[in-house]
């Protein structure tokens, strides 16, 4: 297993900066996709996994906000609305 210097050098495509090391690029990502897929991941269809799954909960949680803020958002909700939106299903 490599270290995690060696692991950066390889997959996230180190670039110096004035403030050290950028490792948010990324490099060989294809053979990174192969060696997780092959080594660590596993698939699982949800039918063979559903009697293992807790039931669904579903919870209210009241939050605190003021008449502005609603009278704000009732009229975005109005005009995404009015826009003609199939996939808005709101007031």
Known sequence: MPSFSNFTKRYCNPTPTQYGIDLNGST????????????????????????????????MIEVATNDKLVNQLN????GIKDSGNSDFDGP
């Open 28 to 59: 060989c990502t294809a053979e990174l996709h192969y060696v997780l897929q092959k080594m660590f991941m596993i698939r699982r269809l949800k039918k063979d996994v559903l009697d293992q799954l807790p039931d669904k909960r579903r919870q």
């Open 75 to 78: 009229k975005a909700l109005a």
